[in-house]
C-alpha cells in the first residue's frame, strides 16, 4: 500500500510506480512513472512519464512525455511532448511539440511547433509554425507562418504570413500577405491589384475585394501582387 496516493487503482499492468496521486487509473499498459498529477486516466499504451498535470488523458499512443498541463487529451498519436498548456487536445498526428498554448486542438497533421496561441486549431496540414496568435485554424494547407493574429482563420491555402491582424479570413487563395488590417474578409476567390480596381468602383488606397463568379479567370485569381499595408474596412 502507498500512503501518497488515495484510491489508486491499477486494471492491467504497471510495470513501473507512480507516486502523490489521487484517483490515479490504469486502463492500459504504463511503462513508465507518473508524478504530482491529480486524476491520470490512461486508456491507451503510455512509454513515458507525465508529471505536474490534472486530468490527463491518454486516448493514443504517447511516446514522449508532457508535464505542467492541465486538461491534456491525446487522441492520436503524439511522438514528442507538449509543455504548459491547457486543454491541449490531438486529434491527429502531431510530431514536433507545442508550448504554451490554451486549447490547442490538432485535427490534422502537425509537422512543426506552434508557441504561445490561444485556441490554435490546425484542420489541414501545418508545414511550418504559429506564434503569439489567438484563434487561429487551420482548413487547408498552411505552408508558412502566422504571427501576432487574432482570430485569424485560414479556408484556402495561404502560402505566406500575415501578421498582426485580426479576424483576418481566408476563403480563397491568397499567395501575398496582408498586415495590419482588421476584419478582412475574403469572399471565396480574390485578386487584388489595381489593374482590376475599377471593377469595384473607387476604393482608393484601400484593398480590392472581388466576388467569386464563373467567369473570373483563375490565371489572374492566382497572381496577388498587391502588398495591404494599410488598415480598412471591408
Known sequence: MVQTMNVVKYADVVKEHASNNECVKYVGVVREHASNNECVKYVGV???????NECVKYVGVVKEHASNNECVKYAGVVKEHVSNNECVKYVGVVKEHVSNNECVKYVGIVKEHASNNECVKYVGV??????????VKYAVVVKEHVSNNECVKYVGVVKEHVSNNECVKYVGVVK???SYH???????LLLVGRRRQHENQDLGDNFVKFEAN??????????LEMHITRSCAI
Open 182 to 188: 482588421e476584419h478582412i474578409e475574403y469572399a471565396v
Open 176 to 178: 501575398e500577405h496582408a
Open 46 to 52: 503510455v512509454k513515458e512519464h507525465v508529471s505536474n
Open 214 to 223: 464563373s467567369k473570373m479567370s483563375f490565371s489572374l485569381i492566382w497572381k
Open 126 to 135: 501545418v508545414k511550418e509554425h504559429a506564434s503569439n496568435n489567438e484563434c
